[in-house]
T-cell receptor, first 114, second 108 residues
Framework: GAVVSQHPSRVICKSGTSVKIECRSLDFQATTMFWYRQFPKQSLMLMATSNEGSKATYEQGVEKDKFLINHASLTLSTLTVTSAHPEDSSFYICSAQGAGNTIYFGEGSWLTVV | LAKTTQPISMDSYEGQEVNITCSHN???????ITWYQQFPSQGPRFIIQ???TKVTNEVASLFIPADRKSSTLSLPRVSLSDTAVYYC?????????FGAGTTVTVRA
């Protein structure tokens, strides 16, 4: 099946710094990708829709200046958490549309801000 | 997006069949029903998708009655490795909204 890969799988950064997470579709092109965050023992929360070649669409309550999304190619979307704080520590997951109506998810990336 | 309701948790034993029912009373005509499985610290994994009647693949079956207001995911002969959270999603685009999911615990 379609494969979506994220990198890094785990990252620790200092408070106030920025960190970038990559999401790649390995065997298909994805004009649209999605970014979610998930806190422990909670469900996934959609943060934004990443559109290739155009600006991302953010869900209500998500700060677009803090969570920068770039979708520069048909196989890569990046999420940059700027000026990270401990409350940004979470599990970040991306997804992309594969064949038909199926959405495939990446492995997820753990961000810990210390 | 159609709202879904699932049981919060279910317990089972190895070798048994597990059936998880999801209610989606306001499903739209062009909505699909999709189920995902998620293990801790991993992204959701696609299990099965259907529109109506019955769909079966190598890991599960999906039963959808004629009114499509509910659906049942059937996992045959579960093993300990099937312990996970299972999400039912309903929609017709790719912006998925996750509910709380059902935590299935399989015991030896």
């Amino acid at each position: 099946g379609a494969v979506v890969s994220q990198h890094p799988s785990r990252v620790i950064c200092k408070s106030g710094t920025s960190v970038k997470i990559e999401c790649r579709s390995l065997d298909f092109q994805a004009t649209t990708m999605f970014w979610y965050r998930q806190f422990p023992k909670q469900s996934l929360m959609l943060m934004a829709t990443s559109n290739e070649g155009s600006k991302a669409t953010y869900e209500q309550g998500v700060e677009k200046d803090k969570f920068l999304i770039n979708h520069a190619s048909l196989t890569l979307s990046t999420l940059t958490v700027t000026s990270a704080h401990p409350e940004d520590s979470s599990f970040y997951i991306c997804s992309a549309q594969g064949a038909g109506n199926t959405i495939y998810f990446g492995e997820g990336s753990w961000l810990t801000v210390v | 997006l159609a709202k879904t309701t699932q049981p919060i948790s279910m317990d089972s034993y190895e070798g048994q069949e597990v059936n998880i029912t999801c209610s989606h009373n306001n499903i739209a005509t062009n909505d699909y029903i999709t189920w995902y499985q998620q293990f801790p610290s991993q992204g959701p994994r696609f299990i099965i998708q259907g529109y109506k009647t019955k769909v079966t693949n190598e890991v599960a079956s999906l039963f959808i009655p004629a009114d499509r207001k509910s659906s049942t995911l059937s996992l045959p002969r579960v093993s300990l490795s099937d312990t996970a959270v299972y999400y039912c999603l309903v929609g017709n685009d790719y912006k998925l909204s996750f509910g709380a999911g059902t935590t299935v615990t399989v015991r030896a």
